[in-house]
């Protein structure tokens, strides 16, 4: 039988040998998240965003059936480029790594990936949560509740209902800190309108935060640190607003629901801000790299 064991590319090995700062990186934005050709591009802008901080960047996927942390720039533009790359969860990485599948691991995969591999910093755009209009909650959230692992991203999507992901969040023992603020981002947008408890302010102290969670062993949960965009760089809220509302009457009229509620508003964002809402995020996701590299820095030293 082939063997299905994680296989950790050599630059991420010998940087993790090393104690080197790693920054654990997805591949669903790569495979699903952007249109092509932009999504190879920007999939490269991310790992040089990490390595300009000195950090080593390692974007997990999986290519026939064998999982690897750390893609070279061949596998990268396979899963760009594929037609049939499947989008992993958690639950999935068996099956298709038995199935000798390519797959883009969503957040959740990437996190619990990133941690058998021994990488305590990932960086995404925004986590899943609890879907409006539709009884789904992403997987993201279980898996982060388990898996000690530091998050770097923009909160979660503000098409999402965000004060019910904020009450799971609690619900569920997930650490939540502003980078910079008190109050929670909502993606696109820089203030989703709710408060947080913690904030932090450089990438230092969230280091600090990650050694006592360490040195006192009573938390196995996830880190979120939530890194808003500058108010200058955030979608016009205004046209976020009308978008969204716009959306969720679309959403009504075509009798869309369940797990089809996300993607058709996220589409419908992109069709509506005239690509707008795309540019933002890859701002987004460029950012979160940056700090995230700085932060796999700080906890390195």
Not at 139 to 149: E, G, K, M
Not at 266 to 273: D, G, I, K, N, V
Request: proline share 4%; hydrophobic share 45%; charged share 20%.
């Amino acid at each position: 039988m082939t063997d299905l064991h994680i296989r950790v590319g050599p630059e991420v090995a010998e940087a993790l040998r090393a104690g080197q700062p790693v920054v654990a990186l997805e591949s669903t934005i790569v495979a699903h998240g952007l249109p092509r050709p932009d999504n190879l591009r920007v999939a490269r802008e991310i790992e040089q965003a990490v390595r300009a901080t000195g950090a080593v960047p390692a974007t997990i996927g999986m290519i026939g059936g064998v999982l690897t942390v750390g893609l070279d720039d061949a596998q990268l533009t396979r899963l760009a480029t594929a037609d049939e790359v499947a989008k992993l969860s958690v639950r999935d990485l068996a099956v298709a790594a038995a199935a000798g599948a390519d797959g883009a691991t969503t957040v959740a995969a990437t996190s619990a990936v990133a941690v058998a591999a021994g990488i305590p910093v990932f960086a995404t755009g925004g986590l899943g949560g609890v879907h409006r209009e539709a009884f789904d909650e992403s997987n993201d959230l279980v898996t982060l509740a388990r898996t000690p692992i530091t998050v770097v991203c923009a909160g979660v999507k503000s098409i999402l209902d965000v004060g019910a992901t904020l009450e799971r969040l609690e619900t569920l023992g997930i650490t939540v800190l502003g980078y910079g603020t008190r109050r929670f981002p909502g993606f696109y947008i820089t203030d989703a309108g709710f408060d947080l408890d913690w904030s932090v302010d450089t990438p230092e102290q969230v280091a600090a935060v990650m050694a006592a969670r360490r040195e006192q062993g009573v938390h196995g949960g996830g880190l979120v640190v939530a890194n808003p965009l500058p108010l200058d760089e955030q979608l016009d809220p205004d046209l976020h607003d009308r978008t969204l509302a716009e959306g969720l009457d679309k959403l009504h009229s075509e009798g869309i629901t369940g797990k089809a509620v996300t993607p058709f508003l996220l589409a419908y964002f992109h069709e509506a801000t005239g690509g707008r809402s795309l540019t933002v995020n890859v701002r987004i996701i460029l950012r979160n790299a940056e700090l995230a590299g700085r932060v796999a820095v700080a906890a390195a030293a």
